[in-house]
């Protein structure tokens, strides 16, 4: 089966930085679609940022120049770095897998376009 965990969320001032990561077993980490979701208490889960296996990026406007989405196939490792951290950014943040056939929407918006979800993690801006 596959496996998603994340790790690295806590709390942080506004205009400081965070880096998450997901790491994910079972599955070819080459291949595939990986993707940030976040969702805050009372709101849908959004797509946050996505990266392709040629290493294409789809990122939401809300985040735009402030976070980066990277990975490391050697260590199966997906990496969500956060700057200039706000307060609305406050949220649950989750890693997803999609691995069945075809390519996914960047920035990732539905999230039935992915099979495998983490636990998320929680991040929270004062």
């Known amino acids: 089966h596959v496996q998603l965990v994340e790790s690295g969320g806590g709390s942080v001032q506004a205009g400081g930085s965070l880096r998450l990561s997901c790491t994910i077993s079972g599955n070819d980490f080459s291949t595939g679609c990986m993707a940030w979701y976040r969702q805050a208490p009372d709101k849908e889960r959004e797509g946050v940022i996505n990266?392709?296996?040629?290493?294409?990026?789809g990122y939401a406007e809300f985040v735009k120049g402030r976070f980066a989405i990277s990975k490391d196939n050697s260590k199966n490792t997906l990496y969500l770095q956060m700057n200039s951290l706000k307060p609305e950014d406050t949220a649950l943040y989750y890693c997803?897998?999609?691995?069945?056939?075809?390519?996914?929407?960047?920035?990732?918006?539905?999230?039935?376009?992915?099979?495998?979800w983490g636990q998320g993690t929680q991040v929270t801006v004062s």
């Open positions: 990266i392709n296996s040629n290493d294409g990026v």
């Open positions: 997803a897998l999609r691995w069945r056939g075809g390519g996914c929407y960047a920035p990732p918006i539905l999230r039935s376009e992915y099979d495998d």
